[in-house]
Nanobody, 120 residues
Framework: VQLQASGGGLVQAGGSLRLSCEAS????????MGWYRQAPGNQRDLVGT???????TYADSVKGRFAISRDDARDTVYLQMNSLKPEDTAVYYC???????????????WGQGTLVTVSS
């Protein structure tokens, strides 16, 4: 299974971006989908997650500004980012819990990351 993240770029403060992360390969089911970010010199932090049932959780720093959604028909997770701030600048990574039908349970698969730069 491979993940392809896209949608990053340069945006001015107050602007919006929408990230996508599409899974490909042998996929039986996907459990939790999530987005993480890592700013230069910092650890990788959770941005938010979405369960198969559609329940979302968010880091306090992005609540009310970011929204995660998923399209299970496309094996894709999205991150809509609004009211962006310079402190949102980071490489954004998606992580999916995937089962390919050959084992019980799920394993974590990470995307390659997409850079978001917010200018002031």
């Amino acid at each position: 299974v491979q993940l392809q993240a896209s949608g990053g770029g340069l945006v001015q403060a107050g602007g919006s971006l929408r990230l996508s992360c599409e899974a490909s390969g042998s996929i039986f089911s996907i459990n939790v989908m999530g987005w993480y970010r890592q700013a230069p010199g910092n650890q990788r932090d959770l941005v938010g997650t979405i369960t198969r049932g559609g329940t979302t959780t968010y880091a306090d720093s992005v609540k009310g500004r970011f929204a995660i959604s998923r399209d299970d028909a496309r094996d894709t997770v999205y991150l809509q980012m609004n009211s962006l701030k310079p402190e949102d600048t980071a490489v954004y990574y998606c992580k999916l819990e995937v089962n390919d039908g050959t084992y019980v349970g799920y394993r974590e698969v990470w995307g390659q990351g997409t850079l978001v730069t917010v200018s002031s």
